[in-house]
Structure formats: structure tokens, C-alpha cells
């Protein structure tokens, strides 16, 4: 059974870091491209950043970009999201997700970052 | 960078109705659009890929139709478990770009 399951979320003041963790399980990690997804509450679904399966290719989006780096460790079957200078609107769910159709078949449940003061 | 467009952004529908939500690119995607569900509190779900294909598991109620830069999500029967958000998804290329959302409810 595929599982992934994001730790690493918390309460963190404006401008400070934070390093998500998206573990994997059922799959062959080293295998599949990876994305983190994020959605605001209340709000809808934000796509954050992807990075191919051996890591060589890698995107952000717009908002997130110069302050947010993805990085996987296919050793340890593990995906990262280093999160610096972090504003107010940040604050959000942050999902891994992965799939094999090449949409996003697999989901976390989600941690959730909180940037205030 | 594409933007994608899904109206209504709300709707509400009687248990039994036939349920339409389009998505629409602002520049051709050709068939690369994903359909989510999340239903409230949940994890969202994937119902379609490649725009008309159906994931393993999801009711055949669900469809999907549509290629370039518009797409339809049909509901060919509304049931109670239905009530939830749909999103679409362009997947060609990054940056892999949500549509804003469609909350569907029961009359």
C-alpha cells in the first residue's frame, strides 16, 4: 500500500525556516517525480514545487521561488521542502504528493505550517 | 504561465441530477487535465487523468471529457457522497496549475 506521510509542520514567526519531511512507503520511491501541494485555510489547492525522480529536475512556483528548496533522498525513501523567510501567506497544508498516471495519484495527509507573530 | 479557469465556483444540485463543471486553459493543454475531489476535512482524491480516463476505484458516475483548452467534469447521477470541492489540474508541464475550485452541494 502506498503511503506518504509529511512531518515536520509548526508554528513558525514571520521570516523564520522550516524543513518539511514527506516519508514513503509501498512504492518504489527512486522511481517517481514528486511535488509538494499546499492549500491555505479555506482556500484551494496551490501546486509548490516538483523535483523528478533522480533530482536533476526541478520547479517552483512563482510565490515560492528563491525562498523554498525541494530535495528527495531516494535512500531513504524521503522527500524535503526547506522553507526560509516565511511570510503570513504561507501559512497552509503542505501535501506530498506522487503518482504514476502523471497527475497526483497519491497524497499525505498533510502538515500544516502556521507563520505568525 | 497557463492559467486555469472552472466555473461554476459553486453550485447545488437535487440527488438524482445530472452535475456539469467545466475547466477551462487559457492556452491548449491538449488531454493533459487531471479532476480532483475533497471532500471537507479529506485529503483530495483523484477521479480522472488524461481528461476522460477514469482512476481505479471511482464510480462510474463520474466523467470527464474534453481536450485543448475545454473540459468537462459530468456527474450523470448526484448522490449524497458527492458533496465536496472538484478541482482541475494541468499536469503538461510545470508549473502544474490547480483551477480555483467548484463546491458542490445537495438542494
Known amino acids: 500500500e502506498v503511503q506518504l506521510v509529511e512531518s515536520g509542520g509548526g508554528l513558525v514567526q514571520p521570516g523564520g525556516s522550516l524543513r518539511l519531511s514527506c516519508a514513503a512507503s509501498g512504492f518504489t520511491f527512486s522511481s517517481y517525480e514528486m511535488n509538494w501541494v499546499r492549500q491555505a485555510p479555506g482556500k484551494g489547492l496551490e501546486w509548490v514545487s516538483y523535483i523528478s525522480s533522480s533530482g536533476s529536475s526541478i520547479y517552483y512556483a512563482d510565490s515560492v521561488k528563491g525562498r523554498f528548496t525541494i530535495s528527495r533522498d531516494n535512500a531513504k525513501n524521503s522527500l524535503y521542502l526547506q522553507m526560509n523567510s516565511l511570510r503570513a501567506e504561507d501559512t497552509a497544508v503542505y501535501y506530498c504528493?506522487?503518482?504514476?498516471?502523471?497527475?497526483?495519484?497519491?497524497w499525505g495527509q498533510g502538515t500544516l505550517v502556521t507563520v505568525s507573530s | 504561465d497557463i492559467r486555469m479557469t472552472q466555473s461554476p465556483s459553486s453550485l447545488s444540485a437535487s440527488v438524482g441530477d445530472r452535475v456539469t463543471i467545466t475547466c477551462r486553459a487559457s492556452q491548449g493543454i491538449s488531454s493533459y487535465l487531471a479532476w480532483y475531489q475533497q471532500k471537507p476535512g479529506k485529503v483530495p482524491k483523484l477521479l480522472i487523468f488524461a481528461a476522460s480516463t477514469l482512476q481505479s476505484g471511482v464510480p462510474s458516475r463520474f466523467s470527464g471529457s474534453g481536450s485543448g483548452t475545454d473540459f468537462t467534469l459530468t456527474i450523470s447521477s448526484l448522490q449524497p457522497e458527492d458533496v465536496a470541492t472538484y478541482y482541475c489540474?494541468?499536469?503538461?508541464?510545470?508549473?502544474?496549475?490547480f483551477g480555483q475550485g467548484a463546491k458542490l452541494e445537495i438542494k
Open positions: 504528493a506522487s503518482g504514476e498516471t502523471g497527475a497526483f495519484d497519491y
Open positions: 489540474q494541468k499536469y503538461n508541464s510545470a508549473p502544474y496549475t
